[in-house]
């Protein structure tokens, strides 16, 4: 069945350093696969998309990459800031699914 | 604009009562889905729907759990007899259409039972 892992244990990452985030998937070929953003008491909010035919995506101090051989996006965060302490979630999607499969979250903590 | 609204925001029952949630997706936003949230968890899918179409019901955990969606727009989350396992935050998203697009989640509605 298909399936998405990512650290499950807390990162936690210096002010100012760059925090990367993994995402792998197994059984799937996804068409696209985005990352979200959940602080606490809040629902997911989306920051990037990425299509499997991009390598990679940036918006601001954010990049995402994509490697479909390797079945597996990673997700950086560059000069990090304690604002950025915050659950990140993966989801994948084929081309003509409605459905996203999630993967479970990795909390970030960026220390001052 | 405004974005997804949920209600209520808290919702405490007793073991037993039945509840609805209610959802009221971003105008022109084709796809609504609803998922379950407990503490500390990821993402449950629950069921979604696209316009007209029939709901994919595949995530409901019983046949206690059920939803509506009127005139492809508010929806509804019902759950009946409701258990203590049932106690999480039950979040409804909104989207354009398929993977391609982002989802926009609300709140949350947080359920505990009692």
């Known amino acids: 069945s298909q399936k998405i892992e990512q650290n499950s244990e807390a990162l936690n990452i210096q002010e100012g350093k760059t925090a990367t985030l993994t995402c792998n998937y197994t059984?799937?070929?996804?068409?696209?696969l985005q990352w979200y953003r959940q602080d606490p008491g809040r629902g997911p909010v989306f920051l990037l998309l990425?299509?499997?035919n991009e390598k990679e995506k940036r918006k601001e101090r954010l990049k995402v990459t994509f490697d479909t051989t390797l079945k597996q996006s990673l997700f950086h965060i560059t000069a990090s800031q304690p604002a950025d302490s915050a659950t990140y979630l993966c989801?994948?999607?084929?081309?003509?699914?409605?459905?996203?499969?999630w993967g479970a979250g990795t909390k970030l903590i960026i220390k001052p | 604009g405004a974005g997804v609204s949920q209600s209520p925001s808290n919702k405490v029952t007793e073991k037993g009562k039945d509840v609805e949630l209610r959802c009221d997706p971003i105008?022109?936003?084709?796809?609504l889905y609803w998922y379950r949230q407990s503490l500390g968890q990821g993402l449950e899918f629950l069921i979604y729907?696209?316009?007209?179409?029939?709901?994919?019901k595949s995530g409901l955990p019983s046949d206690r759990f059920s939803a509506e969606r009127t005139g492809g727009s508010v929806s509804t989350l019902t759950i009946q007899r409701t258990q203590q396992e049932d106690s999480a935050v039950y979040l409804c998203?909104?989207?354009?259409?398929?993977?391609?697009?982002?989802?926009?989640f609300g709140p949350g509605t947080r359920l505990t039972v009692t």
């Open positions: 059984n799937y070929s996804p068409a696209y």
């Open positions: 729907f696209q316009g007209n179409s029939a709901p994919d």
């Open positions: 989801a994948l999607a084929g081309d003509s699914n409605y459905q996203l499969i």
């Open positions: 105008s022109g936003h084709t796809a």
């Open positions: 990425i299509r499997e």
């Open positions: 998203a909104s989207s354009l259409g398929r993977g391609g697009y982002e989802q926009y």
